[in-house]
């Protein structure tokens, strides 16, 4: 077998592997899953840098589907092309397919069991908890400047307080960004795509691909 096609096997199933292990850990949904992500991708493999993982969430959360799912695929297509963004999905949807569908056979008989009430509200808990973790961490990225307050505000008005299907809310959000964009471009003002504090940090040598939303 070639080396470059050794490589790329080795590639492949270490993805497998990764998110087959993030998969059956995440009860809560996509979002339980980001801190773990963060952790195996960024802290361990540094496959990807803390700004480049935030500007996927962003896309993740923007695109259709599971936004564990999507940031799955982005990460596998970003280590080993297609076949990698292929490897990452499986092994993250499989252990949630089976368990959701040991839930299904079996909840049934055992809902009224004092334990297992027990047990999902300490699973409650921990996925808010997670929830809450991924929250903020986003928050430091996408939210720098008045612009990017208020459109955090009126999201959250529109969710909470109107309703609004978070299509539109994303859809809208988009637009103000682009419009907001072009007339700062036109009036010839310095604009900022992220925090500046965090801009001043970052290493002068460290150069990648930049993704704004």
Not at 65 to 89: E, T
Not at 146 to 152: F, N, P, V, Y
Request: hydrophobic fraction near 50%.
């Amino acid at each position: 077998m070639p080396t470059t096609m050794r490589e790329q096997t080795s590639k492949l199933a270490e993805l497998f592997r990764i998110f087959l292990r993030i998969g059956p850990m995440t009860f809560g949904g996509g979002f339980a899953m980001i801190p773990l992500i963060s952790e195996e991708v960024v802290a361990k493999r540094e496959w990807l840098e803390e700004k480049e993982l935030d500007d996927m969430l962003s896309v993740a959360s923007a695109a259709p589907g599971g936004v564990g799912v999507n940031a799955a695929a982005f990460i596998g297509y970003r280590r080993a092309g297609v076949a990698g963004a292929i490897a990452a999905v499986i092994g993250v949807t499989l252990p949630t397919f089976a368990i959701g569908l040991l839930f299904y056979l079996f909840y049934s008989l055992l809902e009224n069991n004092v334990k297992v009430q027990a047990a999902l509200q300490g699973i409650h808990g921990a996925v808010i908890g997670l929830m809450v973790t991924t929250a903020y961490r986003m928050s430091k990225a996408a939210i720098f400047d008045k612009m990017t307050i208020g459109l955090a505000c009126l999201s959250l008005l529109g969710l909470t307080v109107f309703g609004l299907n978070p299509l539109w809310v994303i859809s809208g959000g988009t637009l103000i960004g682009v419009a907001y964009l072009f007339v700062e471009e036109k009036l010839g003002h310095r604009i900022a795509t992220e925090s500046r504090r965090k801009a001043k940090r970052a290493k002068p040598e460290a150069v990648g691909p930049e993704y704004y939303i």
